[in-house]
C-alpha cells in the first residue's frame, strides 16, 4: 500500500474520530439541557410545596389565636356573671380589672390575627404564583422532550453509522498503520491526523522546516510534525 493510500485511511479515521467526537458532544448537551429542565421543574414543585407548607403553617397560627379568643371571651363571659354576686367592693374591682386585662389580651391577640391575614393573603398569591411557576415548568419540559429523545435517537443512530463506517476504514488498514494512527491519537490532543497546507502544520500553526515541507510533497513516507506530534499531510493551499 502506498503512503497516499495509507494518508487516505488515516484522513478517514481521523474524519470518523472528528464525527463522533461531535456527534457525542450534541448528545451530552442534549442530555444535559434535559436534566436542566428536569431540575426545574423539580426546584418549582418544591418551591409550591414550600410555600404551601408555610401557608398552612400560617392558618394553623391563626387558628390557634382564634381559638385563644374565644376562651378569653368565655372567661369574660363568666367572670361578668360572677360580677353580681361579689360581695366586697376589694373583690370586685378584683374582678374588674381581671375582665379588662383580659379583653387588652384579646385586643392584642386580634391586632395579631390581622397582621397574620395580610399574611396569609400574601402567602396565597405566593401558591398561586408558585404553582403557575410549576405549570409553566412542566409545560416547557413536556413540549421539549419529545424533540430532545429524538435527537439523542439521532444521535445514537449517527453513532451506529459511524461505529460500522469505522470498521469498514479500519478493515483496509494494515495492523501497523492502526498502531501509528492509535498511538498519534494517545499522544496528542484534539485531531491525530492534520493537513500542512504551504508549510504551515494546522494542528499547531506552526511551520515545519523546509525540509520537511518537501518532503511531505514526495509521498515517500509517513510524517510527524516536529512540534505537536500529529500525523501531518501535505495538502494543496486553498485557492
Ligand atoms: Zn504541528
Do not use: H
Not at 404551601?52 to 363571659?77: P, S, T
Not at 389580651?105 to 404564583?129: P, Y
Not at 499522544?187 to 492534520?194: W, Y
Amino acid at each position: 500500500m502506498d503512503v497516499k493510500e495509507q494518508i487516505e485511511i488515516l484522513v478517514a479515521l481521523q474524519k470518523n474520530d472528528t464525527d463522533v467526537e461531535r456527534v457525542q458532544g450534541m448528545i451530552s448537551g442534549i442530555r444535559e439541557k434535559r436534566s436542566g429542565m428536569e431540575a426545574r421543574v423539580a426546584e418549582a414543585a418544591s418551591a409550591a410545596e414550600t410555600a404551601a407548607a408555610e401557608l398552612a403553617e400560617l392558618r394553623k397560627e391563626y387558628r390557634a389565636l382564634e381559638g385563644d379568643v374565644k376562651i378569653n371571651l368565655e372567661l369574660i363571659r363568666k367572670s361578668k356573671s360572677r360580677l353580681p354576686s361579689v360581695k366586697s367592693n376589694k373583690e370586685y374591682q378584683a374582678l374588674l380589672r381581671q375582665i379588662e386585662e383580659t379583653e387588652r389580651t384579646n385586643s392584642r391577640i386580634e391586632d395579631s390575627m390581622l397582621s397574620l391575614l395580610d399574611r396569609i393573603e400574601a402567602g396565597e398569591k405566593l401558591v398561586a404564583q408558585r404553582e403557575q411557576e410549576g405549570k409553566q415548568a412542566e409545560a416547557a419540559f413536556a413540549s421539549e422532550k419529545a424533540r430532545l429523545d429524538g435527537e439523542v435517537r439521532n444521535g445514537k443512530a449517527q453513532l451506529t453509522k459511524l461505529a460500522a463506517e469505522r470498521e469498514r476504514i479500519a478493515g483496509s488498514a494494515s495492523d501497523a498503520l492502526l498502531e501509528t494512527f492509535n498511538r498519534t491519537r494517545q499522544l496528542v490532543e484534539g485531531p491525530a491526523v492534520v493537513p500542512v497546507r504551504g508549510t504551515t502544520c494546522e494542528g499547531c500553526n506552526i511551520n515545519i522546516p523546509p525540509q520537511q515541507a518537501i518532503e511531505l510533497r514526495r509521498f515517500e513516507s509517513l510524517n510527524f510534525c516536529p512540534f505537536c506530534n500529529r500525523l501531518i499531510y501535505w495538502e494543496r493551499p486553498l485557492e
